[in-house]
């Protein structure tokens, strides 16, 4: 049996082998939505009929991952409601799990790992979410850090110039 580090280095590297992991850890069945892309190297799916417990093995892969190259979540529930609110007595839609306080922000963190852990993704898609303050700030904060890191990548580029021996 292979030790929990070998696990989540392969599964750095396999999002699927190491969402189908976690979901068989937690006696759960891989949701098929979340797999269609996988094969594309795309996360490419609709949120909003995930169970909480379908979301824990999303969000723990997402959050090693390496190789994904677009990650696309886009819901339909808000665009759905038109104009009403979610919390008029009228409306009979359940809100989906996604967007609640809690689940937004696990979501942010997840992809705030991937976005450190990852040099290949290269799209970022979250459409249709309640994305609140903090969420945004937890994106932020690995952006702001991306950019710092850019500029003094080409600070260095302009300004460097490589010592020279006469001989």
Not at 9 to 32: I, W
Not at 76 to 89: D, F, I, V
Request: proline share 5%; charged share 20%; net charge positive.
């Amino acid at each position: 049996m292979l030790e929990p580090a070998q696990i989540r280095r392969r599964g750095a590297q396999d999002f699927e082998g190491f969402y189908d992991h976690v979901c068989s850890a937690q006696g759960s069945a891989p949701v098929r939505a979340v797999k269609a892309g996988l094969s594309r190297g795309m996360l490419d799916f609709n949120p909003d009929h995930i169970s909480l417990v379908d979301w824990k093995p999303v969000l723990s892969a997402l959050a090693i991952n390496k190789h994904l190259q677009h990650v696309s979540i886009k819901s339909c529930y808000l665009t759905s409601t038109g104009a009403q609110s979610p919390n008029k007595a009228h409306n009979k839609k359940k809100t989906p799990v996604i967007h609640s306080k809690t689940m937004t922000l696990q979501l942010c963190k997840a992809v705030q790992k991937c976005l450190c852990e990852s040099s290949s993704l290269k799209t970022l898609h979250l459409h249709g979410l309640p994305l609140r303050e903090r969420d945004l700030t937890a994106l932020t904060k690995v952006w702001l850090l991306f950019i710092c890191l850019l500029l003094f990548y080409y600070y260095l580029k302009i300004h460097y110039k490589p010592f020279h021996t006469a001989r």
